[in-house]
T-cell receptor, first 114, second 113 residues
């Protein structure tokens, strides 16, 4: 059981480039989400999905797109990278969005925008 | 909006107890979580507590919840050097359909030998 797998682990982009951060889980979890972590600010929710075909915006969605075509995968797309998007990105999943189902996190993608 | 606050830093000696504190503002919080993050790694769920409980114990970890004061604490007994990490508390609101967690800024625990 791999849990939540994120790729790549590190990435450097130039301003204006686009890229996709991959996230996959093998636990048949219904709920998946993307957070960004900035120094001293904890984690902030970007987008989330309560099931295949359903996505919604979190606290800081601007500049990011997501899709959920399968239960397993939840990619995060940066449309036109900006230096303000330099951050560590975490994908998380849980069995359901109801109750207190704890979220399981991947190891993160460290992204630098020059 | 919701706010979750933690002190930035805590230093203890190996073998002592550590107490990491967290305050939150949302009175409708239903679940409160503690996560541990080691350098270069993701967040590891340590424990969580439902808001109708006031204490939960799991081996060396004790969580205390004072719902009236909106105060949550994590006590680590017999702290070891391997406990050095950043600890995040997080809360989930009662009316949160999206399972969104609101995180504190994290407390860096340093354990001295």
């Amino acid at each position: 059981n791999a849990g939540v797998t994120q790729t790549p682990k590190f990435q450097v982009l130039k301003t204006g480039q686009s890229m996709t951060l991959q996230c996959a889980q093998d636990m048949n979890h219904e709920y998946m989400s993307w957070y960004r972590q900035d120094p001293g600010m904890g984690l902030r929710l970007i987008h989330y999905s309560v099931g295949a075909g359903i996505t919604d915006q979190g606290e800081v969605p601007n500049g990011y797109n997501v899709s959920r075509s399968t239960t397993e995968d939840f990619p995060l797309r940066l449309l036109s990278a900006a230096p303000s998007q330099t951050s560590v990105y975490f994908c998380a999943s849980s069995y359901s969005s109801r109750g207190g189902q704890p979220q399981h996190f991947g190891d993160g993608t460290r992204l630098s925008i020059l | 909006g919701e706010d979750v606050e933690q002190s930035l830093f805590l230093s203890v000696r190996e073998g002592d107890s550590s107490v990491i504190n967290c305050t939150y503002t949302d009175s409708s919080s239903t679940y409160l979580y503690w996560y541990k993050q080691e350098p270069g790694a993701g967040l590891q769920l340590l424990t969580y507590i439902f808001s109708n409980m006031d204490m939960k114990q799991d081996q060396r970890l004790t969580v205390l919840l004072n719902k009236k004061d909106k105060h949550l604490s994590l006590r680590i007994a017999d702290t070891q050097t391997g406990d050095s990490a950043i600890y995040f508390c997080a809360e989930k609101e009662n009316n949160n359909a999206g399972n969104m967690l609101t995180f504190g800024g994290g407390t860096r625990l340093m354990v001295k030998p």
